[in-house]
């Protein structure tokens, strides 16, 4: 596409094809009521989740990904051997090791490309989007598949209302390349991380610092452990922060926004956030109600689901921010590159 010798890092990179799939099965909110100490009512107010999917028993994070990737290789009209590196971010790998993205190379046969995993918790899809940007304007990399993938419902305690009712199962998919276009592409990312917030939002146990046993299984250390709203009370002003911020640094306002595209934690969080932006809330893409958190998922399949609806136009300037455990969060700001 480039005569040699080409300057790389100038060269403009961006998304050029889209995917996502969730699980068939749905979740809706009157399950939980069935069973635990919580009602439909309350989950929809408090969170805006009317349901969301479940993974088979026999479906792991590789599977879920593997949908959402064919979808957006099929976009991109290219076959597997085409890609030179596979990145997944998930919390919910397959398992510690190998990386679920070498599982992924395997179903997909695309042996060209190095593959690795990264997590950021909730912000790994915005962290790795920055990773395979670095990548291209590096010259080292030219066209890398990135999966935001989880299945939260393999490290959720369902005897726990706090967090059982918020999470679920997904997997959204991009293809991230060099453009010809100059103006299109990702123009800037500012990432940002607090590791004081780790004690707010962690998986206990099955690490080294406290290695699986009997123990911690029956004490329930292999699922999640939130406090909530101590959560909350860091994510949106984070979000809105570090919007405006990037908005800022680029000469750009919230009303030049075309989409805002918001990890999707709880809709009150996307409220709040939006109001401290000035940004009106009919601007910021929610798909939360029918799918929950799905963690490493919600943007990309924000992004499929957007572009499906033609809310995503060439050109369009669309704001990326997320927030999740580490603490760890951040925004893009990009101008869509697929017509
Ligand atoms: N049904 C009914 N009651 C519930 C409940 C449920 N599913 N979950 C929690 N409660 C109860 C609590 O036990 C608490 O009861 P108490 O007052 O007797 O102790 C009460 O509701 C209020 O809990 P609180 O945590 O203050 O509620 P909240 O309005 O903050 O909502 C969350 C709870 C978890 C929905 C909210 O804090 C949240 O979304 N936090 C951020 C989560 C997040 O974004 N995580 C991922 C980051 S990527």
């Known amino acids: 596409m480039f005569n040699n010798p080409v300057d790389f890092s100038k060269v403009a990179v961006g998304i050029t094809a889209v995917g996502s799939y969730f699980p068939t099965e749905v979740v809706a909110n009157?399950?939980?009521?069935?069973?635990?100490?919580?009602?439909e009512a309350w989950i929809l107010e408090r969170t805006g989740i009317r349901e969301r999917r479940r993974a088979s028993p026999e479906q792991a994070s590789?599977?879920?990904?593997?949908?959402?990737?064919?979808?957006?290789?099929?976009?991109?009209?290219?076959?597997?051997?085409?890609?030179?590196c596979i990145i997944v971010a998930t919390v919910t790998p397959d398992m510690l090791f190998p990386a679920t993205?070498?599982?992924?190379?395997?179903?997909?046969?695309?042996?060209?490309?190095?593959?690795?995993?990264?997590?950021?918790?909730?912000?790994?899809?915005?962290?790795?989007?920055?990773?395979?940007?670095?990548?291209?304007?590096?010259?080292?990399?030219?066209?890398?598949?990135?999966?935001?993938?989880?299945?939260m419902s393999s490290i959720l305690d369902y005897q726990d209302r706090s967090t059982c009712v918020l999470f679920g199962d997904g997997a959204g998919a991009v293809v991230v390349e060099a453009l010809e276009n100059p103006e299109l592409g990702v123009l800037d990312t500012l990432l940002r991380s607090d590791g004081r917030g780790g004690e707010y939002l962690f998986l206990p146990a099955g690490g080294s610092r406290k290695p699986a046993s009997p123990e911690t299984v029956q004490e329930g250390e292999h699922y999640i452990r939130?406090?909530?709203?101590?959560?909350?009370?860091?994510?949106?002003?984070?979000?809105?922060?570090?919007?405006l911020e990037v908005l800022e640094r680029n000469g750009?306002?919230?009303?030049?926004?075309?989409?805002?595209?918001?990890?999707?934690?709880?809709?009150?969080?996307?409220?709040?956030?939006a109001r401290e932006m000035g940004l009106p809330l009919t601007k910021a893409f929610v798909n939360i109600d029918r799918y929950g958190n799905t963690t490493?998922?919600?943007?990309?399949s924000c992004l499929h689901e957007a572009y499906r609806e033609g809310r995503l136009h060439r050109g369009s300037l669309?704001?990326?921010?997320?927030?999740?455990?580490?603490?760890?969060?951040?925004?893009?700001?990009?101008?869509?590159?697929?017509?």
């Open 62 to 84: 590789s599977d879920l990904a593997f949908e959402a990737a064919r979808g957006a290789l099929a976009m991109r009209g290219i076959v597997p051997a085409e890609l030179d």
């Open 226 to 243: 939130q406090f909530g709203k101590q959560v909350f009370r860091h994510a949106y002003p984070e979000m809105a922060k570090v919007s």
């Open 318 to 339: 669309v704001q990326l921010t997320t927030f999740g455990a580490g603490f760890a969060w951040g925004s893009t700001l990009l101008r869509w590159a697929i017509e």
């Open 252 to 273: 750009l306002t919230v009303a030049e926004l075309d989409l805002f595209v918001p990890h999707q934690a709880n809709l009150r969080i996307i409220e709040a956030c």
């Open 101 to 151: 993205a070498c599982l992924l190379q395997k179903r997909l046969e695309a042996f060209g490309a190095f593959c690795f995993d990264l997590n950021a918790a909730c912000s790994g899809f915005l962290y790795a989007l920055h990773v395979a940007v670095s990548l291209i304007r590096s010259g080292a990399q030219h066209r890398i598949l990135l999966v935001g993938v989880d299945t």
């Open 30 to 39: 009157d399950y939980f009521s069935g069973y635990l100490d919580t009602s």
């Open 296 to 300: 490493n998922a919600t943007i990309p």
